[in-house]
Structure formats: structure tokens, C-alpha cells
């Protein structure tokens, strides 16, 4: 008997609430201050935001009081160790109270990182040519950015989905994160890497709490345009709507799976049903703008 284990957030109670997880200040190479970042990410309709500058814990408490119906939460990226390639790990260490310094093994970073009650999500492997090898060998992290705005707007590394299924297949269960890593760095063939991507949470209410516990739990999907808007999975269907797009796919190990393409007109619910041999599955959907959002996958185990 084949069990799906899907912490479905369409189907639990709470609220949404538009993040991003990944940003730096003129507290490392960004270029607007923690106060200006919040001001602008609040009026792009976002309702919380990770401070997470290279190598330094910059002190949020001050500025994260400025907007009663906004969080601005402490956060760190730690460049460490070596890929196999002989590239370094970048590490989005979110809710943490100490600095962390970036003289560790990526490993030593998330046991601390966990030990201080926060989390650890893979920067862009992509960019950082981490290989499945580099990231399988980790244990404890959340997951990894699947999307990475500046990374995409720079050199056309943005998206790390290959990296995630190529997780997922091993049966290493791994959320994926839609994330700015906004530094505001522009130029007239690279747009503003800010207000881009995020993740919505459903979350009991906006506090640091709650949002840390439902991002732990998976309780979230990733996009940089289109809406997921509800997720069933039955026993032997996963059946999704969203906004108006041009495709649906359900991604799947090897060559199960399927996509749905609209021929005419737009796309707003898909249905797939499972041949029993999927291991996992996940929702990917593209926009007529070539936007996308992203459903965390459904484990399907014995
Ligand atoms: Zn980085
Ligand atoms: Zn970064």
C-alpha cells in the first residue's frame, strides 16, 4: 500500500503570508539598508523578509518594529567548504541568534545553525556548480533554492530544479525555495534582482514562530509569477488549479510524470493519475510571461 505524504498547505488552516528568504544589505555587498528593504518589500505586497548578509548576523531587532503588519527576520549566508569541484557552499542560515562563522565544513554549519533552533536552506547550487554528490552527503538542511533571482539576472543560473529531482529520486525528501538573494545590483540588461520571487507560507499568524514552523513543515509553495491555487491528492490523483497558465506539469522520477500544454486558451486545473510507480511528485506550472510557481513534492512511500 503506497501512502502519500504531503503536508498539503491548501488544506490546512492559517493565513497566506509572501516572503522572501534570501537578501542582503549594505551590511555585506548589498545596497540599501535594512530599513529601505523592508519599506520597499512591504509595498510590493510582501509580508516578511530575511536579512541574510555574507558572513555577518546583522541585528534586525531595532528595524523589525517599524511595520506592525511586516517581520523582518535575522538571518546569515555562510560561504564554507568545497564542491567537488572546488567551488564553496553558500548557506542561507535562517533564525539564528549567533553568528556563525564561515571558517567551518557546510555540515558543522547546519548543526549549529540547528542547535540555535534555526534552519539551513542550499543557496543556488547552480551558480555554486554544486553537484548532487556535494549536497547528498549533507544532512539536516531544509532544503535548496530552486530559484534564485539575482543568480538567473546575472548569468542565466537561476533555477536549480534539476538538482532538486535529482534529490528526490535518491528518496532524499527536500523542500524548494523561490528566493530573491536581492542585493538591488542593476543595470540596463539586468533588471532589479528585489521583489521578484518568493514563497507563500500558510501560517497560524505573522510571527517568527510561525513562520519558521510552517516553512519547516513544507507548509508553503514557490513563485515568481503564477498562483498555485489548490492541491488534492487523492490515493491515485493529484488534481491542481491555478491562474491562468500555459502549462501544468507534474514532475515525477525517470519518466513518469506528465505535461499539460494549453493549445488554446489558458490553463487553470490539471489532474494526473498515478501509474503506482511514482516515488514522488511535484507541481510545476509556466505562465504566458515564462513565470513560474512550484508545489513542494509529494513523497509516495510504501
Ligand atoms: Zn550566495
Ligand atoms: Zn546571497
Known amino acids: 500500500m503506497v501512502e502519500a505524504v504531503f503536508p498539503n498547505p491548501f488544506r490546512t488552516d492559517g493565513s497566506w503570508f509572501k516572503g522572501n528568504l534570501h537578501t542582503h544589505s549594505i551590511y555585506s555587498d ?17 509580508d516578511f523578509l530575511f536579512l541574510t548578509d555574507h558572513n555577518v548576523l546583522v541585528d534586525v531587532s531595532g528595524e523589525a518594529k517599524r511595520f506592525e503588519d511586516f517581520l523582518l527576520l535575522p538571518g546569515e549566508e555562510i560561504n564554507t567548504g568545497r564542491s567537488e569541484v572546488g567551488t564553496s557552499y553558500h548557506l542561507v542560515a535562517l533564525n539564528i541568534t549567533e553568528e556563525i562563522k564561515p571558517d567551518m565544513d557546510p555540515q558543522s554549519v547546519i548543526d549549529k545553525t540547528k542547535r540555535q533552533g534555526g534552519e539551513v536552506i542550499i543557496a543556488h547550487p547552480y551558480w555554486s556548480s554544486l553537484t548532487v554528490n556535494d549536497i547528498s552527503k549533507l544532512n539536516g538542511y531544509l532544503g535548496i533554492e530552486i530559484y534564485n533571482t539575482t543568480c538567473q539576472f546575472s548569468i542565466g543560473k537561476g533555477y536549480s530544479t534539476t ?33 521578484y520571487a518568493w514563497v507563500m507560507v500558510k501560517a497560524e499568524e505573522l510571527s517568527v514562530d510561525s513562520i519558521m514552523e510552517s516553512l519547516r513543515s513544507g ?39 506528465r505535461r499539460f500544454t494549453s493549445l488554446n486558451g489558458p490553463l487553470r486545473e490539471a489532474e494526473y493519475t498515478m501509474t503506482g510507480r511514482e516515488t514522488y511528485i511535484r507541481v ?5 510571461t515564462g513565470r513560474m510557481a512550484w508545489s513542494n513534492p509529494i513523497i509516495l512511500e510504501e
Open 30 to 46: 548589498g545596497v540599501l539598508g535594512p530599513y529601505q528593504l523592508s519599506f520597499l518589500y512591504r509595498a510590493s505586497g510582501y
Open 163 to 195: 538538482h532538486w529531482d535529482d534529490l528526490l529520486v535518491r528518496g532524499i525528501k527536500t523542500l524548494g525555495f523561490a528566493v530573491d538573494d536581492a542585493h538591488w545590483h542593476f543595470n540596463p540588461y539586468r533588471p532589479v534582482d528585489a521583489c
Open 219 to 257: 507548509l508553503f509553495y514557490s513563485s515568481n509569477g503564477p498562483q498555485i491555487l489548490d492541491m488534492e491528492v487523492n490515493e491515485d490523483s493529484v488534481h491542481v488549479k491555478t491562474s491562468p497558465v500555459r502549462s501544468i506539469t507534474f514532475i515525477a522520477n525517470s519518466s513518469m510524470g
Open 284 to 288: 510545476e506550472v509556466e505562465d504566458y
